[in-house]
């Protein structure tokens, strides 16, 4: 149980293109997922809390207009980064709760995005 | 600030022995504590949750919760190489919530490396 869903895995594409990730939740409904970007050799970092039907929160120092974040149902929110550069290429992984509290965090497969 | 420290390694050891990795925590209020494995260039998997003192043991793996010290382990027996990867430490504060699911803080990693 508790699986994350995230598409596409692997993006290539043109500077100044927009870019749209999903996070799906297949077997649980969550209100709250996470989304989280991870650079080479380094820690994961948070990005943004999406919120089942209000705004997404986000991190110091994340654009929320470089990164707009929908979460329009119980069971997918999306990131879309938009008019990418090449200093945007990097991992980036959704991770989704089933309940309240002190439930752990299950993680998408993540989307390499490369910007050329 | 909420933090959560692991030595980053690398942590070497030989095939078939144990495996000791450390995680301390800052908030003293935090309830839940996760250890996840990371292979390189995937996301995150959930290996071990703990959530009051003592051991908690599943196959090779033992977590161990002191919160009185504020520290949290992880024992790999019998090492194996696949087991080389980087774990990430993660806590769950009650005063860090994000909507119905409550955001993690992770450590930087210890990257461990099993030798054949």
């Known amino acids: 149980g508790a699986v994350v869903s995230q598409h596409p895995s692997r993006v290539i594409c043109k500077s100044g293109t927009s870019v749209k990730i999903e996070c799906r939740s297949l077997?649980?409904?969550?209100?709250?997922m996470f989304w989280y970007r991870q650079f080479p050799k380094q820690s994961l970092m948070l990005m943004a809390t999406?919120?089942?039907?209000?705004?997404?929160?986000?991190e110091q120092g994340v654009e929320k207009d470089k990164f707009l974040i929908n979460h329009a149902s119980l069971t997918l929110s999306t990131l879309t980064v938009t008019s990418a550069h090449p200093e945007d290429s990097s991992f980036y992984i959704c991770s989704a709760s089933p309940g309240w509290s002190n439930q752990p965090q299950h993680f998408g497969d993540g989307t390499r995005l490369s910007i050329l | 600030q909420k933090e959560v420290e692991q030595n980053s390694g690398p942590l070497s050891v030989p095939e078939g022995a144990i495996a000791s990795l450390n995680c301390t925590y800052s908030?003293?209020?935090?309830?839940?504590f996760f250890w996840y494995r990371q292979y390189s260039g995937k996301s995150p998997e959930l290996i071990m949750s703990i959530y009051s003192n003592g051991d908690k043991e599943d196959g090779r793996f033992t977590a161990q919760l002191n919160k009185a010290s504020q520290y949290v382990s992880l024992l790999i027996r019998d090492s194996q190489p696949s087991d080389s990867a980087t774990y990430l430490c993660?806590?769950?504060?009650?005063?860090?919530?994000?909507?119905?699911?409550?955001?993690?803080?992770f450590g930087s990693g210890t990257q461990l490396t099993v030798l054949p």
């Open positions: 077997d649980f409904q969550a209100t709250t």
């Open positions: 908030d003293r209020v935090s309830q839940s």
């Open positions: 993660a806590v769950n504060s009650p005063n860090i919530s994000s909507g119905s699911a409550r955001q993690l803080t």
């Open positions: 999406s919120n089942e039907g209000s705004k997404a929160t986000y």
